[in-house]
């Protein structure tokens, strides 16, 4: 479950750190009493998307007075913002953070996430804030720091120092940015996250830290734990969320070849199967091992109602999963929303014979394969029969 910036913040600020004050707005006239309770004239406006790069795609906006910030926000919601992390698809705008200015002396980058080599989580520390950590990776790996923490046990003290010698932190700032370390710690283990990102963490002029921005990923393992800290659906499509309601896994990609399998290993190896051909998977869709004809009725549903889609691969390999039943699901969803695309199946193992047996007397204009290689080569030759 990914947090939007003002969700990830109302956790830091309940936790007892510093970050600007702010208001989510959501129309022009918004901004004036956003500005007033917070007894503000200039501050900075924010989109409120689940992208990196915001400020560099024009998605932060500094301003003054209610006039100004009125015409950011008119500007902006509803505008659709393409990030480097997003694709030329980008992300659509339904909301601002209004934040008060911080005056910068020092931006520091700063992260918590999941070192999978070392089976273990990694405190990331980088003296080059507000810049993306994968480029001083690439480029200046000297100048970031990292630091595996003890699960269950505060920062070490020799872990803090390091952490301020590093980014020559000293004084009374070197002691509040160990707390601060060490809090955001122990966020990331109380909220079950995957990611906690600080970039910018910044010094201001006063030599108090600040947490300027924030990315806040919850592990999906972990939702049931952490409910009310953000919204689990908001970065999903509502393909994505109705086939969650039947069980099924889904996830929207960018081809034309809409897929229906059961397993995740075969799932990949469909993926892969369609990429040999020439062409692109419209989603990855598991119906699993337990779905029943009412499942995968619908899943076939989400498929068709897919516009991207130009062909179908129908990829089942019978287990406990039952040919016969794919077959019926199939045939309920194609003659209720209506075949408008090429529909390719192949069906191996239990009650295989009645499946086929089902799909060949439906009537409709199925086509059988006998196995992978046959089945890519069907997929293909329809593709070619169909207008973009």
């Known amino acids: 479950m990914k947090l939007l910036e003002h969700e ?46 915001r400020g560099k795609a024009g998605g932060v906006k500094l301003f003054a007075g209610a006039a100004e910030g009125a015409e950011i926000v008119k500007k902006l919601i ?3 913002l393409v990030t480097h992390q997003t694709g030329p698809a980008g992300e659509k705008v339904g909301s601002l953070l209004l934040e008060s200015k911080t005056a910068i002396a020092r931006e520091i980058y700063c992260s918590i996430l999941l070192d999978r080599e070392a089976n273990n989580p990694v405190l990331v520390l980088s003296a080059e804030g507000g810049m993306e950590i994968e480029e001083i990776a690439e480029t200046h790996p000297e100048k970031i720091l990292k630091m595996h923490p003890t699960v269950g046990h505060d920062l070490w003290s020799f872990q803090t120092l390091r ?31 995957s990611l906690l990102e600080i970039n910018p963490l910044v010094i201001d002029k006063d030599g108090h830290v600040v947490l300027l921005d924030c990315k806040f990923i919850v592990d999906d393992n972990a939702e049931y734990r952490q409910k009310g800290i953000g919204d689990a659906d908001a970065d999903k499509t509502s393909a994505e969320i ?13 081809g034309t070849v809409g897929c229906m399998v059961n397993g995740a290993g075969l799932a990949m190896a469909t993926l892969d199967l369609i990429a040999s051909v020439g062409l692109m998977p419209a989603n990855f869709l598991d119906v699993g091992g337990s779905a029943n ?11 068709l ?26 045939i309920n969803a194609a003659r209720k929303l209506g075949v408008k695309v090429p529909i390719v199946v192949r069906l191996q193992g239990t009650n295989v014979e009645e499946g086929r047996k089902l799909l060949a ?24 029969g169909v207008k973009a």
């Open 293 to 303: 004809e009412e499942a995968v009725t619908k899943a076939f549903e989400i498929v």
């Open 78 to 80: 509803g505008a659709t």
């Open 8 to 53: 990830a913040k109302a956790v830091l600020r309940k936790s007892g750190m510093a970050v600007p004050v702010g208001k989510v707005v959501r129309s022009p006239e918004e901004v004036g009493p956003a500005l007033t309770e917070l007894g503000l004239t200039e501050a900075v406006l924010k989109a409120q998307v689940f992208t990196g790069g």
């Open 305 to 330: 109602t897919d516009d991207k889609v130009k062909v179908i691969l129908v990829n089942i390999f019978g287990g406990i999963m039952k040919c016969d039943i794919i077959a019926q699901g199939v």
């Open 242 to 254: 109705e086939s969650a309601k039947y069980g099924l896994s889904y996830v929207s990609l960018d």
């Open 361 to 384: 007397e439906s009537g409709l204009a199925l086509i059988s394969a006998d196995g992978l290689d046959d089945a890519a080569k069907k997929v293909a030759e329809a593709a070619k």
């Open 163 to 193: 952490a301020c010698q590093f980014l020559s932190i000293t004084g009374e700032t070197a002691k509040e940015f160990a707390l601060v370390l060490n809090q955001l710690w122990k966020i990331y283990q109380q909220y079950d996250a």
